[in-house]
């Protein structure tokens, strides 16, 4: 391994603002000061439909602001999935789709499980009235994603 520094004084590689950035993501992202994960772009549906929701609920609605994917990820942020569908965190998740309200929306799949009863249900992440949640679903509320 080499020793070699970044201007941050940290090793190559090691450092969040300077290592490549992760397949799937870009180097610069968008986030809410109330928000959970990070987003492509500030005209993100699934960031507006968010926003749409806490005013629903009477919190506060904050404008996005450009920042660093280190900075965002440093916050314990995850990625939108609609935004960056081809992101995995994991080298075992993998895209989906799932069933949400009659609707097939884009998820990630991280785990498989068998119940008792012999049928699958996935551990999914994906985005469900503006913001990001992470459930299990049974086997008929999941599909490969196109």
């Not at 992760?22 to 610069?28: D, E, R």
């Not at 993100?44 to 968010?50: K, R, T, V």
């Not at 991280?110 to 999914?124: C, I, L």
Request: proline residues 7%; glycine residues 12%.
């Amino acid at each position: 391994m080499s020793d070699q520094r970044c201007d941050h004084g940290l090793i190559v590689g090691q450092c969040g603002h300077c290592k490549p950035v992760p397949h799937g993501l870009t180097a610069n992202v968008w986030t809410t000061r109330g928000g959970s994960v990070f987003h492509r772009t500030e005209a993100c549906e699934a960031l507006a439909d968010g926003q749409a929701r806490a005013a629903r609920f009477g919190r506060d609605v904050h404008q996005p602001t450009r920042s660093a994917l280190a900075d965002a990820m440093a916050q314990g942020r995850g990625a939108c999935i609609p935004c960056f569908p081809a992101y995995r965190p994991s080298r075992t998740a993998k895209p989906c789709l799932v069933r949400e309200n009659g609707r097939w929306v884009p998820g990630l799949l991280t785990e498989w499980r068998r119940g008792g009863d012999g049928r699958w249900s996935g551990v999914v992440s994906y985005a469900a009235d503006g913001e990001q949640v992470t459930v299990l679903k049974d086997q008929d509320d999941l599909r490969p994603a196109p």
